[in-house]
């Protein structure tokens, strides 16, 4: 019985796994959502797909937080920037001559609507890098309401 609940319990998160790691594939900023950054101590991953993100009209909720590592900042900052070239929209603010902060909405993919959205705290005094990737209907727009809810 054990090894049955075991079986599912790691066949469904290979599927929700596989799912995110899909839904970055071809960006620059794939290569943060891997093992090399999340698995870090300092580090919070968060996978939210379909279901509890319904009514925000988003599938996709991918996002990782790294604490007490400011030396990754410049690192992860040309991923996204690399990311961010191809944006149809974007918004971006810089400070001591680094990203605090990027918002940028990617060309839809088969038909989805793709942000990203970095935050540099280690620039304003604050301990935290986070990358956020989110995928759905919802509009740049709500994703602004989103995010400045949370």
């Given amino acids: 019985m054990n090894r049955m609940i075991m079986a599912i319990v790691v066949a469904v998160m290979s ?3 596989g799912q995110a790691l ?7 900023i794939a290569g943060v959502f891997t093992p090399r950054f999340r ?3 300092e580090a919070t991953e968060t996978l939210i797909s379909r279901g509890k993100l319904k009514n925000m009209r988003l599938s996709l909720y991918h996002s990782l937080t790294i604490k007490d590592r400011p030396e ?4 992860i900052e040309r991923m996204v920037a690399k990311d961010g070239a191809a944006a149809v929209s974007k918004e971006v ?7 605090h902060y990027g918002f940028y909405a990617l060309p839809p993919k088969d038909k989805v609507n ?8 280690h620039v304003k005094g604050d301990d935290r890098i986070l990358l956020l990737y989110l995928e759905g209907e ?13």
């Fill in 15 to 17: 599927v929700v796994g």
């Fill in 22 to 28: 899909s839904a970055q594939t071809g960006l620059n």
């Fill in 39 to 41: 698995d870090m101590p």
């Fill in 72 to 75: 990754l900042a410049e690192e």
């Fill in 93 to 99: 603010r810089y400070a001591s001559g680094r990203m």
């Fill in 114 to 121: 793709r942000y990203i959205m970095y935050l540099n705290g």
């Fill in 138 to 150: 919802a509009s740049m727009e709500d994703v602004r309401k989103l995010v400045k809810r949370k």
